[in-house]
């Protein structure tokens, strides 16, 4: 009974998040989509209650690899769902499910700004593991669409040094399909500790000496917590 009840306990604390058994290739041909949910502070706990029933619900749907839903450590009214998908019809079929119907039209209401929907593919990714973290960074890096090659390589210097420092659980480089100079990149960490020694690595200052000259808007950082 002892073991039963911890069981339980166990599968009541657990993130609404899901990373099935998938291949390094499968991280490469999936389809990814990020998107940003702004609500009014008042709304934001009825967001996350929300955002963890859809998360619940696309659990079952067919050809995902992983549903994360993440909450801004301030401003707290913003969030942000990291998906991965088998492949394209796989999330048009998951979009157009009753579950996401309802999650938009639930959350109408509450938003101060439209829904942002970000459907990308792999630049260059980890694989996909069930192993989570305690801190999550999401950077939107947007250069002038001739550099879009140049920040290519430098993500991709950056990225290959970043798996290897202490903390780091995942380290994502995602490209927006429809302007293909927007990249995403969705860093998880073991805590704040280790992301903070991140920042100030070599790697990391070499990569923001790279950018400075491309970029085509503010460095846009954030950091979240995993609901």
């Known amino acids: 009974m002892r073991v039963f009840i911890h069981v339980m306990l166990a599968m009541v604390v657990m ?5 099935p ?13 990020v998107t940003y949910v702004e609500v009014t502070p008042a709304a934001k706990g009825q967001a996350a209650t929300l955002l963890r029933q859809l998360a619940a619900a696309s659990l079952k749907d067919a050809g995902l690899l992983r549903f994360e839903i993440l909450q801004r450590t301030t ?3 913003q969030f942000v769902i990291l998906e991965a998908w088998k492949d ?22 509450l938003l101060i700004a439209p ?5 990308s593919v792999a630049t260059t990714v980890s694989p996909l593991t069930p192993a989570r973290g305690s801190l999550y960074v999401v950077t939107h890096v947007d250069v002038s669409p001739p550099n879009r090659d140049k920040i290519m390589v ?26 293909t100079n927007h990249f995403t990149v969705a860093e998880v960490w073991k805590d704040q ?15 923001r000496v790279a950018l400075g000259p491309l ?13």
């Not at 993500?155 to 927006?176: E, I, M, W, Y």
């Not at 460095?219 to 609901?227: A, C, F, G, S």
């Open 193 to 207: 500790k280790s992301n903070d020694a991140h920042e100030i690595a070599a790697h990391t200052k070499d990569f």
């Open 15 to 19: 993130p609404l998040a899901v990373t």
């Open 21 to 33: 058994q998938a291949s390094a290739q499968d991280a490469e041909q999936a389809a990814y989509m």
């Open 215 to 227: 970029t085509g808007a503010l460095y846009d950082q954030r950091w979240y917590k995993p609901l």
């Open 115 to 119: 829904v942002d929907d970000r459907l």
């Open 88 to 109: 394209e019809p796989a999330l048009n079929a998951h979009a157009a499910a009753a579950h996401a119907k309802q999650f938009r039209e639930k959350v109408g209401p």
């Open 154 to 179: 430098a993500l991709k210097a950056l990225a290959d040094p970043t798996r290897k420092d202490a903390g780091n659980v995942r380290f994502d480089v995602l490209q927006q399909k429809s302007r």
């Open 75 to 77: 401003p707290s009214n």
